[in-house]
């Protein structure tokens, strides 16, 4: 079955995502990338060093990857719009990925700062994946902007907890009309699989696979729970709900009895 | 109420008794929980919690992992003048110490810059002495502009400013402020420090938050280990600590973890700090904290170094040279005056290579300035 995630121009067979922090080295991140099959792999501009002779981050990104520039570190839409333009003019694309944080305890997003942020970023012509926290009406006006599509947190950044958001993710999916992509929190596989079952076009992890004991083997696990998750998606598992509702233990008795 | 006013309310003695009556048991139950209090601080750096060490370091490294993977962020100082007027008593630059004393010029600051910027790293640490007639703020601010053309972030270790000096800095590029409290004992505080403009307790201790208010991005704060009784200061680093985070939510809070090293002159401190003790307090604020930057310098010998890596720590000092110029200005070995002895004298590549074996991956660059 062919089954292509079509987001900001692009058509992509993995719809795994992966972020680039938190590495034990630049080489592991780079077999990490290669070995999940990622079409789509987020770096931190703070971490881009093109003047350094001997390392820079992007040296390490296979060329069949996508870099979504994040924004990490700014603390206003102001701060994400600057990092953005300095970006672009540093010729690393214009898939952006909006993080805005004025918070270092717990790292949650600042919604409403991030809607500014995509307002301008999308008129700039930049491709903008804004990280929020789960909100309807936040998430609505994100895409009536223009944004490429929206990325629900999953748990705090780092945390590992898994889909704590789930209902609220499953609001987003089932009301806006871009794709929903789950980022931040996924701790096991099983945490990417549960999204994609439920109908998230695709998943962003990072420290879950970066702090593994192995790397590439936990990148090749999620890579599989998310195609699985997906091939559930799209076969209809939710269909199973219908067929436990015709056996109808409550109301049998009516059709028992005439 | 300001941390001025919380520090004094704390009754000294009473944290002794509090240190005392802690038991192996309460501190299983603290480590078992997700939950962590002032109070269980406190139990983290009793006596008692010093027996559990191996239990606390688990989870310290499960936290740091979890929060700051295997990383380790760079960074070296740069001392740009030793002019003092004041009389530390653990300091070699104390201005009753008389040696050949020195201030790089603006064009000297750019030529060290350069020279530690080949090296890759890109964030620095500006230090001086305190000086307002030889080092001003101006100068300071002079040199911050100059380091940024070299650096992506640029932090300064100097006399407490104002909040307005602070927010002047900041337009010119300013990233980070470290500043320490030497101690969080008043009276201790007063008698190590016999004259100067750093007699003012109070001045040097609201500064970090003058700093955030002044929107400085990164703050670190701590005690000089080895001045006073080691389980306060850390508490007391702890709690000042938490009081920043929490009134500047924004802002990246830091501790350094300095102990006390030789230098020119005859102090030694009243407390000593162990490397056992060490642990326990990098351990202590791991857990308290768990995104807490936690820096540690060059005082501490290499092998130290890497096995505090997975404890805790987050930032590192390398290549670092504690006298004026030390690098590029061409100063005789014999005028030069260390501001402290160093232990861990590898270079930066040394260093970095070295934390790539360990499995970490030495970070030269976290920060993009884009005002």
Same mark, same amino acid.
């Given at each position: ?33 290669? %070995? ?42 102001? @701060? ?116 994609? @079952? ?11 696979? %970066? ?32 067929? %436990? ?14 | ?46 006596? %008692? ?159 970090? @938050? ?162």
């Amino acid at each position: 079955m062919e089954d292509f995630l079509e987001i900001g121009g692009k058509k992509l067979s993995s719809r795994l995502f992966v972020g680039t922090g938190k590495f034990p080295g630049n080489a592991v991140m780079r077999d990490v990338l290669l %070995a999940s099959g990622t079409e789509v792999t987020t770096v931190a501009l703070r971490r881009v060093d093109p003047d350094s002779a001997a390392e820079n981050i992007l040296d390490y990104v296979p060329h069949a990857c996508t870099v979504m520039i994040n924004t990490s570190g700014a603390r206003n839409a102001e @701060e994400a719009v600057r990092i953005a333009r300095l970006a672009r003019a540093g010729g690393t694309g214009s898939w952006i990925k909006i993080e805005v944080i004025a918070d270092t305890r717990y790292l949650l997003p600042d919604n409403l700062e991030t809607l500014k942020a995509v307002e301008a970023l999308v008129k700039e012509g930049f491709t903008v994946f804004p990280y929020m926290s789960p909100d309807l009406s936040v998430a609505r006006r994100m895409a009536d902007c223009g944004a490429a599509a929206v990325m629900p947190l999953g748990s705090p950044i780092g945390s590992n907890r898994g889909v704590k958001t789930k209902e609220l993710v499953r609001i987003l999916i089932d009301e806006i009309k871009i794709p929903v992509i789950v980022d931040a929190g996924l701790g096991k596989p099983s945490d990417a699989c549960e999204c994609m @079952e439920m109908g998230c076009e695709a998943v962003l992890v990072n420290t879950a696979i %970066a702090i593994a004991e192995n790397p590439v083997e936990t990148a090749r696990a999620f890579a599989m729970a998310v195609r699985a998750g997906r091939l559930a998606y799209a076969s209809g598992i939710s269909g199973s709900v219908e067929t %436990a509702r015709a056996s109808s233990p409550l109301t049998g008795f009516l059709r028992d009895n005439g | 109420m300001s941390f001025y006013e919380i520090l004094s309310a704390i009754d000294r003695q009473g944290l002794d008794r509090a240190f005392a009556a802690f038991s192996e048991g309460s501190i299983g139950r603290i480590l078992d929980s997700d939950a962590m209090a002032e109070e269980d601080f406190l139990a983290l750096l009793s006596p %008692a919690a010093g027996n559990c060490l191996e239990e606390m370091a688990g989870k310290a490294h499960r936290l740091t992992l979890q929060f700051f993977g295997r990383t380790i962020q760079l960074y070296t100082p740069l001392y740009v003048s030793d002019y003092c007027e004041n009389q530390c008593l653990y300091c070699s630059f104390n201005s009753c110490n008389s040696f050949k004393r020195k201030k790089l010029a603006l064009n000297e600051v750019d030529a060290e810059g350069a020279l530690i910027a080949a090296t890759g790293l890109r964030h620095i640490l500006l230090l001086t002495g305190e000086s307002k007639a030889k080092s001003p703020v101006s100068y300071i601010r002079d040199c911050v502009r100059i380091l940024n053309r070299h650096f992506s972030s640029v932090s300064i270790e100097v006399y407490p400013l104002t909040e307005e000096d602070y927010a002047g800095m900041v337009s010119g590029g300013l990233d980070g402020l470290t500043l320490y409290q030497e101690t969080y004992d008043e009276d201790v505080y007063r008698s190590i420090h016999p004259a100067g403009p750093k007699r003012d307790f109070r001045f040097r201790l609201d500064a970090p @938050e003058r700093g955030a208010s002044a929107r400085i991005r990164q703050v670190s704060i701590g005690a000089l280990l080895g001045l006073a009784d080691w389980r306060k200061e850390a508490f007391l680093t702890g709690l000042h600590a938490k009081y920043l985070m929490d009134r500047f939510p924004d802002v990246e809070i830091g501790v350094s973890v300095p102990r006390l090293r030789p230098f020119s002159g005859s102090f030694q401190g009243e407390c000593r700090v162990s490397d056992r003790d060490l642990v326990q307090i990098i351990l202590a604020f791991r857990l308290f904290l768990p995104r807490l930057g936690i820096s540690l310098s060059t005082r501490e010998d290499p092998g130290l170094r890497e096995n505090l890596m997975p404890l805790g720590v987050t930032r590192m000092s390398a290549g670092s040279v504690t006298s004026v110029g030390g690098r590029s200005v061409d100063t005789h070995e014999s005028e030069k005056l260390l501001q402290f002895e160093v232990a861990d004298h590898r270079s930066i590549p040394e260093i970095a290579s070295r934390i790539r074996q360990k499995g970490y991956e030495p970070v030269m660059k976290d920060w993009v300035p884009f005002s």
